[in-house]
Nanobody, 122 residues
Framework: QVQLVESGGGLVQPGGSLRLSCAASGSIFAILRMGWYRQAPGKQRELVATGTSSGSTNYADSVKGRFTISRPNGKNTVYLQMNSLKPEDTAVYYC????????????????WGQGTQVTVSS
């Protein structure tokens, strides 16, 4: 069984910072991509940032220059450093990973975490 466990959400004032973490565990053969999505009330889930195993990253225009995704040493944990937070960043943030497993069968699919709430408010 594969699990993605997020942490680091909370309440922060505008202009503040938070760091989200997501740890993948289980019978993982390879991590192809890890990243973050978010969903605000009444809106569709949207991409925030992703990073591939080759080192390329992709950011939503709305967070470029403020958020940084990282996965130090290629380990099973991805971080999202969020600076200069704005009220419009308020959402549930979900970790996403494209993982290859070999037990019980060889397959590659997307996995999701349970989500962590980020609220930016004064």
């Amino acid at each position: 069984q594969v699990q993605l466990v997020e942490s680091g959400g909370g309440l922060v004032q505008p202009g503040g910072s938070l760091r989200l973490s997501c740890a993948a565990s289980g019978s993982i053969f390879a991590i192809l991509r890890m990243g973050w999505y978010r969903q605000a009330p009444g809106k569709q889930r949207e991409l925030v940032a992703t990073g591939t195993s080759s080192g390329s990253t992709n950011y939503a225009d709305s967070v470029k220059g403020r958020f940084t995704i990282s996965r130090p040493n290629g380990k099973n944990t991805v971080y999202l450093q969020m600076n200069s937070l704005k009220p419009e960043d308020t959402a549930v943030y979900y970790c996403n990973a494209a993982l290859r497993t070999i037990v019980p069968i060889v397959e590659t699919k997307d996995y999701w975490g349970q989500g962590t709430q980020v609220t930016v408010s004064s």
